[in-house]
């Protein structure tokens, strides 16, 4: 079967907006991809991260006693704003509440704590005590970003929406004829081309997922508020009914008082005991105390694409008024559940995530060759002086900005536990190790002007970083590799091996990777071509004393 | 193309390709042509490429048209419906699908101010079935 290549017009046309958009977004699309894969396995990462999540999880809670002990340790706690109860899971052994408080001043505030399923004691603090995870998560947003964070990385994620689009139309004639075209000797473009388009074309489907969901979930307001005003005079909850119906029950402030709550355990056991493959994720109550209160719960198995569903209790009686059962929900109920499994990759188990990481290191590659073509390409003597040095900076800088993120987060989870967790300010110490120590790796880099050289670095920086992390947690903690397997803290184990593993891989690609001689020429031209003349390292000093003696 | 074929005529003659492990001639001929072909392509032609002027008008088309363009489509499927609900969800995703192909098309197109002007049509037309429909 044969394609046929778009006119020449089209073709230049189309590669021209494919590289600016490409070159526009690879560096914020590269910390999405990046901090995106780690953020996979933000929940599986929690019983390492808090070494005091490290105990034997219990099926058997009594939940109406949680309450009554959250409200005894937190006095200002108001029920009849929504709160939610999460029971403990395998990654979080904890009983985790959300609530409202009011304030000295009147004012409400939402407060959160973690509760022993077993002794009951309740932690109270303004700060949570780990954020190792969730810092990683929240950059792969750009939360970090104040207010328009979220929505750059939705733009990011439509452009590359067209990005991807334009790349099929530009590799569309190629496309059945250099499906498996990877080359891994002559030219250094071709070598970059060949493996971007052949793994391009592998990870299109994981792509093409995360390109539209993360659009949705970081511009989701751009489809909301047009929609909300055109279709329904400005109201949003009819929208919001159509995705989760039991989101559009109407309560009244004004509603009686209810003495006698229909019980959480009623609610968890009736769960357990209907959907017994079926984890229950949270409980929380709208109008508690009052008279058409509900208690609502979510459900999901994580294993199907439509696992999930949700159940509304009514408080007065424990009638259900709303459910969404899982795996028999019409397309409007689920569709939106199964773009967000699809991002979060909480369905077909530990492996599915697996998968995603790899395949998420991929696009990261991706991302990386595109700029790598678009630097060698433009390694010819047709460009003046002043664009190759632009062109080099700006490859220069890239890389430093990207490739120092992987010992950046090697640093991260050492920070995570080299600051006491005494200290009542530790998350700030913690991410303030991550960005400064994300910074000053970066600026290194912008040093290292040959290429292949600041790859080594980096790796033998996160690789010896990475080797560490099992080392740290064991002489901090207690636990080492072969303590937590005997002892079945399966996770704690993953996170540690994994570690172990990528530090000493890197170390091996590293000693793969030696430089031919001290004077490599790091243009990326072939050995054996002579039409370009090479830029890098030997030959930046050539042009600055070009420059001093005329 | 009379150039470009000298041009590659010249490369094939001066150039010598150590990374070769065929021996028979003419396929290292037809790889060569193949391979020299895709870099003389690379990076854009620059003759193709439209003005800052022409520039401006495909990507604000693209853009900014082609996102009032998708949001009064859905809207007008939308107006028409009494049961909404399906148009809703199926919009979360094929409406990025359709915005990205607007602003594919954008930059397709010949002239800027045609392209927003077949846009700007649709919008009037969809913009119009809602207003009917309200």
Redesign the interface.
């Known amino acids: 079967m044969k394609f046929k290549a778009l006119k020449?017009?089209?073709?230049?046309?189309?590669?021209?907006?494919h590289?600016v958009a490409g070159i526009v977004i690879s560096f914020a699309l590269f910390i999405c991809f990046y901090a995106g894969a780690y953020a996979l396995f933000m929940e599986e990462m929690y019983r390492w991260e808090n070494p005091m999540a490290r105990f034997e999880t219990v099926e058997d809670v009594d939940y109406d006693q949680i309450l009554v002990a959250v409200e005894k340790a937190e006095p200002r706690f108001v029920p009849e704003e929504q709160f939610s109860l999460l029971p403990p899971e395998h990654t979080n052994p904890f009983v985790m509440f959300y609530g409202t408080l009011m304030t000295k001043d009147g004012k409400k505030e939402r407060f959160s704590t973690y509760i022993h399923p077993e002794t009951y004691e309740v932690t109270l603090s303004q700060e949570p005590k780990t954020h190792m995870a969730r810092t990683i998560y929240e950059l792969h947003f750009f939360h970090q970003i104040p207010i328009v964070g979220i929505y750059l990385a939705g733009l990011v994620a439509?452009f590359f929406?067209?990005a991807i689009?334009?790349g099929i139309?530009i590799h569309w004639k190629n496309i059945i004829n250099k499906f498996y075209a990877f080359t891994v000797?002559?030219?250094w473009?071709?070598i970059w081309?060949n493996g971007h388009t052949v793994l391009g074309m592998i990870t299109l489907p994981f792509q093409l997922i995360y390109?539209?969901?993360g659009?949705?979930l970081g511009?989701?307001i751009?489809?909301l508020a047009?929609?909300a005003f055109?279709?329904f005079n400005g109201d949003t909850t009819e929208?919001i009914k159509?995705?989760r119906p039991d989101l559009g029950l109407e309560y009244d402030e004004d509603a009686a008082a209810l003495n006698d709550s229909y019980s959480f355990n009623a609610v968890y056991d009736y769960m357990r005991k209907n959907y017994p493959e079926h984890h229950v994720l949270n409980m929380f109550t709208t109008n508690y105390g009052k008279e058409d209160g509900t208690i609502s719960v979510r459900i999901d198995d994580r294993a199907g694409i439509a696992g999930d569903g949700v159940f509304v209790f009514q408080s007065k009686d424990g009638a259900i008024v709303s459910q969404s059962i899982p795996n028999q929900k019409s397309?409007?109920e689920g569709?939106?559940n199964v773009?967000i499994k699809l991002h979060y990759a909480t369905y077909g188990g530990i492996f599915l995530k697996i998968i995603y990481f790899v395949l998420a290191m991929m696009t990261c590659f991706i991302i990386t060759s595109g700029v790598m073509?678009?630097s060698t390409?433009?390694d010819k003597p047709k460009y003046t002086d002043k664009q190759r040095r632009f062109h080099h900076r700006v490859t220069k800088v890239y890389l430093a900005l990207t490739l120092s993120l992987f010992p950046a987060v090697a640093l991260i989870f050492l920070a995570n536990n080299l600051v006491p967790m005494e200290w009542e300010a530790r998350v700030l110490y913690v991410n303030g190790s991550f960005f400064l120590g994300w910074l000053g790796l970066a600026i290194i880099g912008l040093f290292w002007n040959n290429y292949r050289q600041l790859n080594r670095n980096y790796l033998l920086i996160g690789g010896t970083l990475g080797i560490l992390i099992p080392i740290f947690n064991g002489m901090i903690t207690g636990d080492w590799l072969w303590g937590t397997w005997m002892a079945k803290e399966f996770f704690v184990f993953a996170v540690d091996l994994s570690w172990l593993l990528t530090g000493v891989s890197a170390l091996a690609i590293r000693q793969y990777l030696k430089p031919e001689n001290p004077e490599e020429k790091v243009s990326q031209s072939?050995p054996?071509?002579t039409?370009t003349a090479p830029l890098e390292a030997v030959n930046l000093t050539a042009f600055k004393q070009r420059k001093t003696s005329t | 193309m009379p150039l470009s074929g000298i041009l590659l005529c010249s490369f094939l003659s001066l150039t010598k390709l150590n990374t070769e492990k065929e021996h028979d001639s003419s396929n290292i001929q037809k790889v060569l042509i193949h391979r020299l072909t895709h870099i003389v392509i690379m990076p854009a032609n620059e003759k193709y490429l439209s003005s800052p002027g022409q520039r401006f008008l495909k990507i604000t088309a693209g853009l900014l048209g082609g996102f009032v363009l998708t949001i009064l489509f859905h809207n007008a499927i939308g107006s028409l419906l009494t049961e909404k609900g399906g148009l809703i969800i199926t919009s979360a995703y094929s409406s990025f699908i359709l915005w990205a192909l607007c602003l594919v098309f954008a930059f397709m197109a010949k002239s800027g101010w045609k392209i927003w002007g077949i846009y700007l049509l649709l919008i009037f037309v969809f913009a119009g079935i809602i207003y009917v429909n309200q």
């Open positions: 020449p017009r089209l073709y230049n046309v189309i590669f021209h907006t590289t439509f929406l067209f689009i334009s139309l000797q002559g030219k473009k071709q081309t390109a539209v969901t659009a949705l511009l989701s751009l489809l047009p929609s055109l279709l929208i159509a995705v397309y409007t569709a939106y773009l073509i678009w390409a433009r072939s054996h071509k039409t």
